[in-house]
């Protein structure tokens, strides 16, 4: 089963403007984690923002920032204020429960494309 | 400046041959992780080490072999017996140490295509 949705191949947004990048997810451990990475066409995947499945507030780093619905088992990711540089591969990613060993093991959803024009 | 480094950037393989693919970090990290890229799928997981001399099969292990012989190293060979090898290749670390919130590390891939 698909544990990692991303409906939304691709992505168009004007510069200065914000986007929201959606993501939903399914799991039935009650801890777990989600991150959101950029990958641009040099390939390197970059670590944005993360959001713990007990955190009480929604994340933000930046101009990132992560609408965490939990009931509704999504994690969109916000873009404000969009900038050339913005455009590339997006992925969301979870973690479920790390347990005592303190290894973690991501699975990622398919990626959207986002491309911001001037 | 503490990283994942991958080598080779692009590498072409001919049919029937093994290739290695070589990933190194120099963080620490006592995990480390082998993806698989093609267009349109995300990233599969092929291999995964927790310690050294330790390592477990991901979900598109097969055709692929891996060594855990040094904590900073984690190579990958592609067989002759993967029938289709062409893709976006990502060695990835992470800490065991309060890992929580910090992810993955992520090298800068290896493209590799059959020829």
Known sequence: AQKITQT???????EKEAVTLDCTYDTSDPSYGLFWYKQPSSGEMIF????????????????YSLNFQKARKSANLVISA?????????????????????FQKLVFGTGTRLLVSP | DGGITQSPKYLFRKEGQNVTLS???????????WYRQDPGQGLRLIY????????????IAEGYSVSREKKESFP????S??????????????TVTNPVGYGYTFGSGTRLTVV
């Open chain 2, 76 to 79: 990958l060979t592609v067989t």
């Open chain 1, 82 to 102: 969009s900038q050339l540089g913005d455009s590339a591969m997006y992925f969301c990613a979870m973690r479920e429960g790390i347990g005592n060993t303190g």
């Open chain 2, 48 to 59: 995964y080490s927790q310690i050294v001399n330790d390592f477990q099969k991901g979900d």
């Open chain 2, 81 to 94: 017996a993967q029938k289709n090898p062409t893709a976006f290749y990502l060695c990835a670390s992470s």
């Open chain 2, 23 to 33: 990933c190194e970090q120099n963080l620490n990290h006592d995990a480390m992780y």
């Open chain 1, 48 to 63: 944005l923002i993360y959001q713990g499945s007990y955190d009480q507030q929604n994340a933000t780093e930046g101009r």
């Open chain 1, 8 to 14: 939304q191949p691709g992505m168009f947004v004007q």
